[in-house]
T-cell receptor, first 114, second 110 residues
Framework: DADVTQTPRNRITKTGKRIMLECSQT?????MYWYRQDPGLGLQLIYY???????NKGEISDGYSVSRQAQAKFSLSLESAIPNQTALYFC?????????????FGPGTRLTVL | TQLLEQSPQFLSIQEGENLTVYCNSS?????LQWYRQEPGEGPVLLVT?????EVKKLKRLTFQFGDARKDSSLHITAAQPGDTGLYLC??????????FGSGTRLQVQP
């Protein structure tokens, strides 16, 4: 079974709709992240959480919100989807040890906003 | 804001050729990681370097962290089609979330 799972894997929606992407992990990590990837490009950090009571904005948080319901669950919401939010969304977890912070990524959710 | 710039953005080579990908910043990082992402999947960690000047080898891949811990390089010897993918560097600094580079897309033609 995958350590980091994302649902749904694919979603097509219309402008103005509210969308929630969910992420679950069985790795027991405290840290969780949401990233966005546009075609052919690197990763942009949307939000991250270092523990259940901690939520931090990333570099592109506008138009998005998150909820850390438990250590194992971190959901991303688009309150009113717009076409330029069409992208591949990745959830990741990490276990910070000393100087390193290895990230483990889910399989991604492909979101299309029409 | 810490930024990591990767070059080249895209590289298409023939099987058997050597290549080097660069990751540069004006900021100092406590660690530098390289990830590879294949189509339809999330990135997967290849290596972590933490000491300035450190060199690590992973089969045909050689990773180096700059002496000042502001830059890194990835060298692939005798590239194979299985090396095709998006290579991402990521810098760590204290308690902050990782900063990812813009990526280098490598295509190795058989």
């Amino acid at each position: 079974d995958a350590d980091v799972t994302q649902t749904p894997r694919n979603r097509i929606t219309k402008t103005g709709k509210r969308i929630m992407l969910e992420c679950s992990q069985t790795k027991g990590h405290d840290r969780m992240y949401w990233y966005r990837q546009d075609p052919g490009l690197g990763l942009q950090l949307i939000y991250y959480s270092f523990d259940v009571k901690d939520i931090n904005k990333g570099e592109i948080s506008d138009g998005y919100s998150v909820s850390r319901q438990a250590q194992a669950k971190f959901s991303l919401s688009l309150e009113s989807a717009i076409p330029n939010q069409t992208a591949l969304y990745f959830c990741a977890t990490s276990d910070h040890r000393g100087l390193t912070d290895t990230q483990y990524f889910g399989p991604g959710t492909r979101l299309t906003v029409l | 804001t810490q930024l990591l710039e990767q070059s080249p953005q895209f590289l298409s080579i023939q099987e058997g050729e050597n290549l080097t990908v660069y990751c540069n910043s004006s900021s100092v990082f406590s660690s530098l990681q390289w990830y590879r992402q294949e189509p339809g999947e999330g990135p997967v960690l290849l290596v972590t370097v933490v000491t300035g000047g450190e060199v690590k080898k992973l089969k045909r891949l050689t990773f180096q962290f700059g002496d000042a811990r502001k830059d890194s390089s990835l060298h692939i010897t005798a590239a194979q089609p299985g090396d095709t993918g998006l290579y991402l560097c990521a810098g760590g600094a204290g308690r902050r979330a990782l900063t990812f580079g813009s990526g280098t897309r490598l295509q190795v033609q058989p």
